[in-house]
């Protein structure tokens, strides 16, 4: 499941509901990504093309569950401004062992950073940037994209 | 339903253009069509819309080559994605 959020995004009650009334889940693994106090940093704007954005996310969310045969996963992302210190995205996955519920929230990730339909602007003391995946960003998506399924 | 298109800019496009959002009145028959019409309006958005890894979605699908337009029809310019 995915979400577009642009009020602030609670990562406790997001997992508190993603546990729920679950059955044959032994492992459930969450990640939650915060805006960064450095450079100057006085906010994050994150632009999405609703409509498109979230298609594409769900297509990486299914690739996940097919590839690390996950029993769920969720995907909530923060749009619009965003301060230093808050949530801008919480992802959580649910598998029968752990192996595969750290793989899958590991690999949702590292998609969302280089291949999720956002424009990142970077709000800074000096002006305002936009923001680009980093060839560290890149070389932790090319590790999957050479990696066998365990 | 209008006989023009939608004409969307995300991220740095928006910047350049001054704008987000702006009906074209006569839908041009291509994607191609419609950059040419936007760089004679604006030359630097023109510019910037040729540029490597800006994409075209018409009606939040991109499709290789060149695709046709259709009056209603959305036009989002897609520069390089920043992911999340």
Redesign the interface.
Known sequence: MVRLSSTPIDPGALLTGFLEGRRDTGAAVSFT?LVRYDDGVEALE??A?P??TE?AIADIIAGAIERFALDDALAV?RIGRIPPGAP??FVAVAARHRRAAFDGADYLMDY??????????SHEASGAR????TPR?HADLARWETMETR | MTAGVRVLLFGPLRDIAGWRERMVDQAPATVSALKRLLADLDAPLGAALDSPGVKAAVDKTILPGDPTLHPGCEVAFLPPMSGG
């Open positions: 990504g994150l632009e093309y409509g498109f298609p992302h801008v995205v969302l950073k280089s291949r999720a339909p956002f424009w990142k602007k936009w923001v680009e995946p960003d």
